[in-house]
């Protein structure tokens, strides 16, 4: 097991107080709304990704595509086990996944301008990716809500996004919206998964 993996995150728990047991109604309420719209959102993940891929030609849209090699620093990280994530507290997943949700949200943008770009006056692709953008940045507020709600602190989120890696020909932008969409789909389940375990945790 990579322990240098753990350092960041212990540091995290050590920070944040412990979530309260007995957490009001509203949060209670406000932890389901946050569920049932990560939940909402995974029903559309594989779609959008789908609908993406149709749209880029060869070899994006070949039967079977996948490139799993690809990645963006500046997104938030899917390689953790879900073991080492399972056991996190539940304030450090609370914020991790407040602040990924942000971040896609802001990363959909530029997959936005950038499919503006490569298929101009094409807009299913468009207004699919806007709504994933929404509901991101919608699911990051929820999440934030829960956080006051618990007494917890929330990071500043007017950091700018930055320059995000892989170039600006049509081939790299394709790929570059392509590593967006499967990185919002894998926390976009992570989402669920905890959250469902929240719910569970304060409906009690």
């Excluded at 309420?29 to 959102?41: D, G, I, T």
Aim: with cysteine.
């Amino acid at each position: 097991m990579d322990y240098h993996l753990l350092a960041p995150f212990c540091l995290l728990a050590l920070l944040l107080p412990p979530l309260p047991l007995g957490a009001p109604m509203s949060t209670a309420e406000s932890v389901k709304q946050a569920y049932n719209l990560a939940l909402h959102m995974q029903t559309q993940t594989s779609t959008l990704l789908q609908t993406y891929l149709q749209h880029q030609g060869s070899p994006f849209s070949d039967p079977d595509f996948s490139m799993p090699e690809l990645s963006l620093r500046t997104l938030p990280p899917t390689a953790m086990p879900f073991a080492i994530w399972h056991g996190l507290e539940d304030v450090v997943r609370l914020s991790l996944t407040h602040e990924a949700f942000w971040s896609f949200s802001q990363h959909l943008l530029l997959a936005i301008a950038d499919q503006s770009d490569l298929s101009p006056g094409n807009s299913i692709v468009e207004d699919q990716l806007w709504e994933a953008r929404l509901k991101a940045k919608g699911l990051a507020g929820n999440l934030a809500g829960i956080m006051t709600a618990l007494g917890l602190p929330t990071p500043p989120l007017n950091i700018p996004l930055g320059t995000v890696p892989l170039g600006d020909t049509a081939f790299q932008k394709k790929c570059r919206g392509y590593v967006i969409i499967r990185d919002y789909g894998f926390w976009t389940d992570r989402a669920v998964t905890f959250l469902g375990e929240l719910k569970d945790k304060y409906s009690q």
